[in-house]
């Protein structure tokens, strides 16, 4: 009963916090699309994706049912409702330069404010960098789709198959409360992910400066020389997970390691997990040919004891695991313990990045994937002599040709607005909101609250004027 007595987290404080700290709506009102002269602003069409996304709505069709309420409509700054078909033919043509600068000011802004200074790691800020498959298909398909063939069995009988897919990299802050995404890189048809994560580092410092993060975390298939040589070059230290995969320098290190007893021994105890672990450290080993510069590698040997109901006992189990990471890192200051940590905290983008956004984000849902509403090519200044207005009954028809209509951006734009749309939010609940400190409760309470407070904005300061009013005037 007391807590239902308790304020709530209403629109209009959230849309406070967003232009107080973030200037949010001076960077929404640049956003532009290649639609000639549109009725619906890009601000508008954004503003309805960006509030979709906090409300955690699961498709545009429930977001369109949304749009039918005035208050929506005049807190995004649309004249009138609007259905899905103009988010569609507006997104699919988005300029992605806005958001991704967009994105950028609000992590630079992020870490000015100290946000990310909570769980700094020897005063050091660590980021993630993971690969995720975010849709495939077997019929669906743009030309910006990687393709495989797929083994099936049909009717008893393996049949080869040929499936679309998108496949993207990205780079996460895994340290302080906002877990915030820096970039986003997707995977170019014929290209490997190492390629797209090799662009993605090689951006960074150009939006960011060279050490906006200091320690990166990266999965086995990044253990390559160019990675390695680029982390050189821009101070980056690395922590990086070695198996078979790099098959000399990980023999060699279980043949080293084989010889002497272990250097530490600890016991730890986590979220009623009993961990015995064992540590090896060693200095100077070779990586490859191609990097002459010797590398650290550390290995983990964990025995792992956790109770699981078993027949409707609890009974504890034990179950025994091997790690080795490759690292830059200086033994001094980052002793074998630190780097072990450090080697397990790269599953918080899995957890506290890719897995959330699946799964209460609806980030693999397939917004706007192989879109054929786009708008056509052509100059802006001829757009803006020729064509007065386009909406959703001129939408171009399906027999237009493909070379005619602007690149499909449509699912880069959607991931980059629900990338903004997870970082703020998730800065305003943990950054802002006293009520989340006072009583705990999660984002998706959050996000049900301030869709709930949409009906209860205020109308507006002037009501129309009556046909009395206006017969006497």
């Not at 099936?152 to 993207?168: C, F, I, N, P």
């Not at 090896?280 to 040997?301: A, H």
Request: glycine share 6%; net charge positive.
């Amino acid at each position: 009963m007391r807590k239902q007595d308790t304020p709530v987290h209403e629109l209009p404080s959230f849309g406070r916090y967003l232009n107080k700290v973030f200037d949010f709506r001076s960077a929404v009102a640049g956003l532009t699309d290649s639609r000639r002269d549109p009725e619906i602003a890009p601000a508008a069409v954004f503003l309805a994706a960006f509030h979709a996304f906090v409300f955690r709505l699961p498709s545009f069709q429930q977001l369109e049912s949304d749009l039918t309420q005035p208050a929506l409509q005049r807190w995004i700054g649309a004249g009138r409702a609007f259905r899905d078909d103009v988010l569609r033919y507006s997104l699919s043509g988005f300029h992605l330069e806005g958001l991704e600068q967009m994105l950028t000011d609000v992590n630079r802004t992020l870490k000015r404010n100290k946000v990310f200074d909570a769980d700094r790691v020897q005063g050091r800020i660590v980021a993630a960098l993971d690969g995720i498959e975010v849709l495939s298909s077997y019929s669906r398909h743009c030309g910006s789709c990687l393709e495989r063939r797929i083994t099936l069995k049909k009717a008893r009988v393996k049949v080869e198959q040929l499936q679309y897919y998108h496949r993207a990299v990205g780079c996460q802050i895994i340290n302080g409360p906002v877990k915030t995404f820096l970039a986003l890189e997707w995977l170019r048809p014929g290209e490997g992910e190492d390629t797209a994560a090799l662009r993605l580092l090689r951006n960074l410092p150009d939006r960011y400066g060279s050490r906006f993060c200091d320690i990166l975390l990266l999965d086995a298939l990044y253990a390559q020389a160019p990675v390695f040589q680029l982390a050189a070059e821009l101070g980056w230290d690395l922590v990086v997970s070695l198996k078979q995969n790099h098959r000399e320098l990980y023999q060699s290190a279980i043949r080293l390691f084989a010889q002497r007893p272990a250097d530490c021994n600890l016991t730890e105890r986590r979220s009623g997990k009993n961990y015995q672990v064992q540590l090896w450290d060693t200095d100077g080993l070779p990586f490859s040919v191609d990097y002459q510069q010797p590398v650290r590698v550390v290995r983990s040997e964990e025995t792992l004891t956790q109770n699981h109901y078993r027949r409707g006992e609890l009974t504890p189990e034990t179950t025994e695991h091997e790690w080795l990471w490759i690292t830059t890192l200086d033994s001094q200051a980052f002793p074998a313990t630190l780097v072990r940590r450090l080697g397990h905290d790269r599953w918080k983008q899995e957890n506290n990045g890719w897995n959330d956004l699946t799964q209460n984000w609806a980030f693999k849902h397939g917004f706007l994937h192989a879109c054929r509403h786009r708008p056509p090519l052509g100059s802006e200044s001829s757009q803006r002599q020729i064509e007065p207005a386009i909406d959703t009954e001129q939408l171009v028809p399906q027999g237009t040709p493909a070379a005619s209509l602007v690149v499909n951006r449509g699912l880069a734009a959607v991931s980059l607005i629900l990338l903004l749309a997870f970082t703020l939010s998730t800065a305003f609940i943990h950054c802002h909101s006293k009520l989340f400190r006072r009583y705990r409760m999660t984002t998706i309470q959050v996000a049900c609250q301030l869709r709930r407070g949409v009906s209860k904005l205020p109308p507006n300061i002037r009501a129309p004027d009556s046909p009395a009013q206006l017969q006497t005037a």
